[in-house]
C-alpha cells in the first residue's frame, strides 16, 4: 500500500469522470486535500466535454458510465489533438486483464482498481502522471 502520508502537496486539475455521487464525493475530497482542483463529470458524454472545457492535467476514468462507457470516452480522448496528451487513468471495479489490456492499448497510463486502493492513495497516483503527457 501507498503512504498516504507520502502524498505531495501539489497541485494540478483533475478531470474525475465517475456515475456514483458517493465515491466520487470521497475522491473529490482526497484529491483537494493534497491541493488538486477536481472537476467531475457523472457521464461519459459530460466526461469528453469537461476534457475539453476544463484542461485537466489528469483524467480519472471509471468505466461503467451513463450515456458513454469509459472505454469509448478513452478511445475518443486519444483520437482527438484536443485531449491526446492527456495522461488518463482508468479507475474502476474490474480487475479485468482483458479491459486491462485494451485500454493500456488505447493509450491509458495506468489501470487502478477501486477495492484495492485507498481513495488517500489517488494524490499519489496523481502526482505520478501529471506531467507525463502523451
Do not use: C
Not at 467531475?40 to 472545457?53: I, K, Q
Amino acid at each position: 500500500m501507498i503512504d498516504p502520508q507520502a502524498a505531495p502537496q501539489t497541485g494540478g486539475r483533475i478531470l474525475l469522470v465517475e456515475d456514483d455521487a458517493i465515491v466520487a464525493q470521497i475522491y473529490h475530497i482526497a484529491l483537494t486535500r493534497k491541493g488538486f482542483d477536481v472537476v467531475v463529470a457523472h457521464d461519459g458524454e459530460a466526461g469528453l466535454r469537461a476534457a475539453v472545457d476544463a484542461s485537466p492535467s489528469l483524467v480519472f476514468l471509471d468505466i461503467r458510465l451513463p450515456k458513454l462507457d469509459g472505454m469509448e470516452v478513452l478511445r475518443r480522448l486519444k483520437e482527438d489533438e484536443a485531449t491526446r496528451v492527456i495522461p488518463v487513468v482508468m479507475l474502476t471495479n474490474y480487475d479485468d486483464p482483458e479491459l486491462i489490456r485494451s485500454s493500456r492499448e488505447l493509450g491509458a497510463k495506468d489501470y487502478v482498481v477501486k477495492v484495492n486502493t485507498d481513495p488517500t492513495e489517488l494524490p499519489l497516483i496523481a502526482a505520478k502522471w501529471i506531467g507525463e503527457g502523451a
